[in-house]
């Protein structure tokens, strides 16, 4: 707008305000540009962090490189990346970050106290000296994530640089945005970490597991292989009895009692030594620079020793033992599996002698255990063929020589070595869990026979019979309902059948056989007590027990004439037992004088070859159909 004279026609006031418009427009501008350049500063730091995640960086490397991003992006020269070191300072940062960011923590709040330095440069024992600097910075708390713990303080070493340097929001929202990136990065690689742990330990004991070792030996068979002097063994070790504990005392405790016996495992071998939970019971031990067999079965002594003391897991005392098959390292194996499983067949060695003990391979017990594979694959045909037999040894009562019963014996009819007895064959089938199919088997037969006896018998009284309990078996939670049907559909008596128990088995089931006998019981069962003598159990626990009859075993009867000891032993568990109101079988009865003598002590009844051999269905019913009287007890009355 102009007047006459062309000039400017502008007042003051609309010129002020033209100049304020500019001045906005100015700070827009240059609030833009800021925004531009943290945007830029925020997209360097991104990809800065981004390159070292890529790089799978560890924790060091991550906390100086994120300082050096926030110095160098800020053009400051003071920052400090800190962490919380103790439970106690968090609840009380937690009430004082918000009042505390953007003032110097140090004088102010109290902030640091109970913290410590990630920084790669700054050592505890430079604590002090590094609060010092940064009190002297004037440095201020930027940000506190507290997920994490992490404390982002920062500060300027010049002075006049100090005095003049400040911050806004959008700086604020930039290392907000640079510290949440960096925790980021921290937690995926921690996430990472622990998935690779994870896949390489077991989750219960935090030992290495199978999938560890095995590269372990690898590298070890490797390592032997290109040098002559390097030396390494295998130990492979099983704890005893685990199915048994956790039958008797539960999963939980079970999983307990296998988290102290690794620690205890941990705690026996040397520093260095590798120890990993292969599975189940099953742990191994890699150990090198062991000279010669002796120090390698030292090394196992002493694993064995420790295992073999008292564990004590949650208000119980379990006693535990292992089992554990060597190996030592050789050029000749091509691979880990093969030496892994040469200590496990060696472990089984160990097992079969009776537990708690070790044994060294050889390649002889390579060459048994492929013989025994063999033979428990043709143990599964036997039973779908029906190549299995049943025996019948009579039980005789020595009061009036008459037969009362007889024994169940299992036989295998195999197609190339004949007639096999159970002791070639049975514990096979407990390894193998034939045991309990077998089980079934057995009694179904035994059914069968009973029902035989009933109808082709005329004279005489059908005998009971007794049947071998396995410990698979016993130890099944439907034991007592599947042995019930089994006798109610073949519409048999069940106090025609005697249950024969280990004492060892009883002895191992804790409380809950107590339980299971009394169930077996009140079906009309009657229930006997196998091998007595070899075990721990005493007469006096039996009383607490529902038994009918005990079983001397036979090493006793073996020695009772030669040996006044064992004749003293049976003549008190024949005493004990008439007084807990239990009868007592003698077994293994091979001559006229072991006869005698226990007819001499009031023994009940007995069996042995003395007495008759084991014989098939027919032939005992045409016995029984005689009269029943065994033929040495028949030579001697005439």
């Known amino acids: 707008m102009s007047d006459r004279n062309g000039k400017n026609n502008f007042d003051d006031a609309s010129r002020e305000e033209l100049l304020e418009e500019i001045g906005r427009l100015r700070s827009r501008m240059s609030e833009t540009r800021r925004e531009m350049k943290r945007s830029q500063i925020v997209a360097n730091m991104l990809r800065k962090l981004y390159r070292i995640e890529r790089l799978e960086a560890r924790p060091k490397e991550l906390a100086s490189t994120f300082i050096n991003i926030v110095a160098e992006s800020l053009d400051i020269n003071r920052v400090a990346l800190l962490k919380r070191d103790s439970a106690e300072s968090f609840e009380v940062v937690k009430l004082l970050h918000k009042e505390a960011i953007g003032k110097n923590v140090l004088r102010e709040t109290g902030f640091v106290e109970g913290f410590a330095f990630l920084n790669p440069s700054t050592p505890d024992s430079d604590f002090k000296f590094q609060i010092k600097k940064l009190m002297d910075a004037d440095a201020i708390l930027w940000d506190f994530d507290e997920a994490s713990g992490l404390a982002l303080v920062l500060g300027h070493s010049d002075s006049e640089e100090a005095s003049q340097w400040r911050f806004d929001q959008g700086d604020r929202e930039m290392v907000e945005l640079a510290l949440s990136a960096y925790v980021g990065v921290v937690e995926r690689n ?40 390097y030396i390494f063994s295998v130990l492979f070790i099983d704890m005893d009895r685990l199915k048994l504990i956790n039958d008797s005392y539960g999963h939980e405790t079970g999983d307990l009692l296998l988290r102290a016996f690794a620690e205890r495992l941990q705690n026996s071998v040397r520093p260095g030594d590798i120890v990993a939970r292969l599975g189940g019971d099953e742990f191994a031990v890699l150990a090198d620079g062991l000279n010669d067999r002796a120090e390698v079965e030292l090394l196992a002594e002493r694993i064995i020793q420790d295992v073999n003391q008292p564990f004590y897991v949650q208000r119980h005392t379990i006693s535990a033992s292992a089992s554990i098959g060597i190996a030592k390292g050789a050029s000749s194996y091509e691979n880990a599996e093969e030496l892994l499983r040469d200590a496990d067949i060696a472990m089984y060695r160990a097992k079969e002698s009776g537990g708690g003990r070790h044994r060294m391979f050889d390649t002889g017990m390579h060459l048994n255990m492929v013989a025994r594979l063999k033979l428990e694959s043709e143990l599964h045909e036997a039973l779908d063929e029906d190549h299995l037999r049943l025996y019948y040894q009579p039980i005789y009562d020595l009061s009036n020589d008459e037969l009362v019963s007889c024994e169940a014996l299992l036989r295998w009819q195999h197609k190339q070595d004949g007639l096999l007895g159970p002791g070639e064959f049975v514990h096979l089938a407990e390894e193998s869990g034939l045991a309990i199919t077998m089980g079934r088997w057995v009694l179904r037969r035994v059914c069968q026979d009973l029902k035989f006896w009933d109808s082709s018998i005329r004279k005489g009284k059908p005998p009971g019979v007794s049947i071998n309990i396995s410990d698979r078996e016993f130890a099944m939670p439907d034991f007592v309902e599947n042995i019930s049907s089994v006798l109610s559909e073949a519409g048999v008596d069940a106090s025609r059948v005697q249950l024969e128990l280990t004492e060892r088995m009883l002895l191992d089931r804790g409380t809950g056989e107590k339980r299971v006998l009394e169930k077996l019981k009140a079906l009309g069962f009657r229930i006997m007590v196998d091998d007595f003598g070899t075990g721990y159990s005493s007469l006096s626990r039996l009383q607490k027990l529902p038994i009918d009859v005990i079983k001397v075993d036979k090493s006793f009867v073996h020695d009772i004439v030669s040996s006044a000891e064992k004749a003293e032993l049976v003549r008190m568990i024949i005493s004990l037992g008439h007084s807990l109101g239990i009868k007592v079988v003698a077994e293994g009865v091979e001559n006229q004088a072991q006869l005698d003598q226990l007819e001499a002590l009031g023994c009940n009844y007995a069996q042995g070859f003395f007495l008759g051999v084991p014989m098939n269905s027919e032939l005992l019913a045409k016995l029984v159909e005689s009269g029943g009287a065994p033929l040495k007890i028949t030579e001697r009355a005439s």
Not at 203 to 226: K, P, V
């Open 190 to 229: 921690r996430a990472e970490e622990k998935l690779t742990h994870d896949a390489f330990h077991d989750g219960l004991t935090d030992l290495a597991n199978r999938s560890r070792f095995i590269q372990h030996l690898e590298r070890a068979i490797y390592r032997s292989a290109r040098s002559q002097d």
